[in-house]
T-cell receptor, first 113, second 115 residues
Framework: AQSVTQLGSHVSVSEGALVLLRCNYSSSVPPYLFWYVQYPNQGLQLLLKYTSAATLVKGINGFEAEFKKSETSFHLTKPSAHMSDAAEYFCAVSEGTGNQFYFGTGTSLTVIP | GAVVSQHPSWVICKSGTSVKIECRSLDFQATTMFWYRQFPKQSLMLMATSNEGSKATYEQGVEKDKFLINHASLTLSTLTVTSAHPEDSSFYIC???????????FGPGTRLTVT
C-alpha cells in the first residue's frame, strides 16, 4: 500500500526566507513522486516530479525537491519565498504509469511580507 | 500541451436535481481519467477511475448510482451528480493521463453548490 504524509498543515515564512515543505511516503515498489500547487478555487498545477532519474529534481518557479530513499522523503524547498508562493501544496505518490495517485493532506503556505 | 478543461467552472443547483460536469482533454487522447472530490481546506479524495469505453471503477464508499461517470471518447469524461443534495456541495476535479509517462494533468475544477 502507498501513502503520503505531509508534516505541518500550515507553514509560515517571511518573504525572502527559505521554504521547506515536508513529505514522507511509503511504497512497496519504487515510487513516482510529485509536488503540486493549488491556488484558491483552481485545479492543481505540477511543480515537479521524480520518476527514478536524478534524485534532485528542479521544478517551476524556483522550487526543487530531493528524493531520499533512505529517509523515504521528498521534501520541497525554495531558497527565497515570494508573496506569490502563498498557496496550498500537495505531495503525491504513484506506482507508475496509469496508476492512481495518493495525495497527502496538503500544506498551506503563508508568506509574510 | 496536455491541457484539461472542465465545464462548468461553477454551478448552483436546487436539491433533487441532477448536474453534469464535463472533463475534456484538449490536445491529447486520454485513455484514463480520474475524478476527485475536494472539501474546503482538505486534500483530494479519489472518487473513481474512468477508462474509455468501459465502466468506471469507483473507490470504496462512493455511490456509483449517485455519481454517474461516462467516458465515451478519448477526450471526454462526464460526471453526473444525480438527485443532488446540499452535502454533495464540493469542488470536483478531474485529471487525465496522456499515456506518455505517468503524469496526471488536472482540470481547473468545478465548484458545485446545492441549495
Amino acid at each position: 500500500a502507498q501513502s503520503v504524509t505531509q508534516l505541518g498543515s500550515h507553514v509560515s515564512v517571511s518573504e525572502g526566507a527559505l521554504v521547506l515543505l515536508r513529505c514522507n511516503y511509503s511504497s512497496s515498489v519504487p515510487p513516482y513522486l510529485f509536488w503540486y500547487v493549488q491556488y484558491p478555487n483552481q485545479g492543481l498545477q505540477l511543480l515537479l516530479k521524480y520518476t527514478s532519474a536524478a534524485t534532485l529534481v528542479k521544478g517551476i518557479n524556483g522550487f526543487e525537491a530531493e528524493f531520499k530513499k533512505s529517509e523515504t522523503s521528498f521534501h520541497l524547498t525554495k531558497p527565497s519565498a515570494h508573496m506569490s508562493d502563498a498557496a496550498e501544496y500537495f505531495c503525491a505518490v504513484s506506482e507508475g504509469t496509469g496508476n492512481q495517485f495518493y495525495f497527502g493532506t496538503g500544506t498551506s503556505l503563508t508568506v509574510i511580507p | 500541451g496536455a491541457v484539461v478543461s472542465q465545464h462548468p467552472s461553477w454551478v448552483i443547483c436546487k436539491s433533487g436535481t441532477s448536474v453534469k460536469i464535463e472533463c475534456r482533454s484538449l490536445d491529447f487522447q486520454a485513455t484514463t481519467m480520474f475524478w476527485y472530490r475536494q472539501f474546503p481546506k482538505q486534500s483530494l479524495m479519489l472518487m473513481a477511475t474512468s477508462n474509455e469505453g468501459s465502466k468506471a471503477t469507483y473507490e470504496q464508499g462512493v455511490e456509483k448510482d449517485k455519481f454517474l461517470i461516462n467516458h465515451a471518447s478519448l477526450t471526454l469524461s462526464t460526471l453526473t451528480v444525480t438527485s443532488a443534495h446540499p452535502e454533495d456541495s464540493s469542488f470536483y476535479i478531474c485529471s487525465a493521463i496522456t499515456g506518455k509517462g505517468n503524469e496526471q494533468y488536472f482540470g481547473p475544477g468545478t465548484r458545485l453548490t446545492v441549495t
